[in-house]
T-cell receptor, first 113, second 116 residues
Framework: EPEVTQTPSHQVTQMGQEVILRCVPI?????FYWYRQILGQKVEFLVS????????KSEIFDDQFSVERPDGSNFTLKIRSTKLEDSAMYFC???????????FGPGTRLTVL | AQKITQTQPGMFVQEKEAVTLDCTYD???????LFWYKQPSSGEMIFLIY??????QNATEGRYSLNFQKARKSANLVISASQLGDSAMYFC?????????????FGTGTLLAVQP
C-alpha cells in the first residue's frame, strides 16, 4: 500500500542552524501539506502546496520557513535559522484531491538545542 | 472561525467493550469534512474514518463508526470491541470544502487506554 515517507526520523540541531526536512508524498497525489505538533499539544497546520506553489500558510509559517518540490517526488520543508521553539514533530501529508483524506507520513522529530 | 473541541483528555475502557470519543465542531461553511486520526505512542498519524457534511449515512470502517449529529455539530467516534492495540491518542479534525482553504483543523485529542 502506498505511503508517505519522511526523512530523517529524528533531527537534532543547534539553535540558529538551518534544517531541511524531507518528504516523499504518495506518487499520484497532487496536494501536499506540512503540519507540526509540539510535544503534548495538538497538530497545527503550517502550509499547503499545490501546482508548485503555496496555496495557504498559517501565521506560524513565517519568513524562516520555506517549502520546495525540487523534483517529481520530494517535498521539503526548510527552516533557515532554527529556534528552541521550533522543536516539534513535523508531519508531511498528501492527498489526491482537496476534499479527500490526507495521508500522513511518520513524522520527523526535530530537537533544537 | 473553524474550531474542533474534544472535551475528554483521557478515557479508560475495558478490553472488548465499546467506547465513544467525543468531538464537537464549529464552522459556518455548509460543506465540510470530519476526520478521525489515531496516534499511537510511536507518533505516526493514522487515518481512521471520514464523514462528509452531506453524507446521509454515518460513516463506518470496520470497528470504527462515526456518530454524526449535524444539528448538534458533533462527530463522535465509536470504537466497538476495544483491543489493547487501540490504546493511543485520538484526534478529531475538520476541513471546510468551500473556499481556498483545505487545511485540517485538529482538536486537542483524547488519550484512550484499553485495559485487559
Amino acid at each position: 500500500e502506498p505511503e508517505v515517507t519522511q526523512t530523517p526520523s529524528h533531527q537534532v540541531t543547534q539553535m540558529g542552524q538551518e534544517v531541511i526536512l524531507r518528504c516523499v508524498p504518495i506518487s499520484n497525489h497532487l496536494y501536499f501539506y506540512w503540519y507540526r505538533q509540539i510535544l503534548g499539544q495538538k497538530v497545527e497546520f503550517l502550509v499547503s502546496f499545490y501546482n508548485n506553489e503555496i496555496s495557504e500558510k498559517s501565521e506560524i509559517f513565517d519568513d524562516q520557513f520555506s517549502v520546495e518540490r525540487p523534483d517529481g517526488s520530494n517535498f521539503t520543508l526548510k527552516i533557515r535559522s532554527t529556534k528552541l521553539e521550533d522543536s516539534a514533530m513535523y508531519f508531511c501529508a498528501s492527498s489526491d484531491r482537496v476534499t479527500n483524506e490526507q495521508f500522513f507520513g511518520p513524522g520527523t522529530r526535530l530537537t533544537v538545542l | 472561525a473553524q474550531k474542533i473541541t474534544q472535551t475528554q483528555p483521557g478515557m479508560f475502557v475495558q478490553e472488548k467493550e465499546a467506547v465513544t470519543l467525543d468531538c464537537t465542531y464549529d464552522t459556518s461553511d455548509p460543506s465540510y469534512g470530519l476526520f478521525w486520526y489515531k496516534q499511537p505512542s510511536s507518533g505516526e498519524m493514522i487515518f481512521l474514518i471520514y464523514q462528509g457534511s452531506y453524507d446521509q449515512q454515518n460513516a463506518t470502517e470496520g470497528r470504527y463508526s462515526l456518530n454524526f449529529q449535524k444539528a448538534r455539530k458533533s462527530a463522535n467516534l465509536v470504537i466497538s470491541a476495544s483491543q489493547l492495540g487501540d490504546s493511543a491518542m485520538y484526534f478529531c479534525a475538520m476541513r471546510a470544502h468551500g473556499g481556498a482553504t483545505n487545511k485540517l483543523i485538529f482538536g486537542t485529542g483524547t488519550l484512550l487506554a484499553v485495559q485487559p
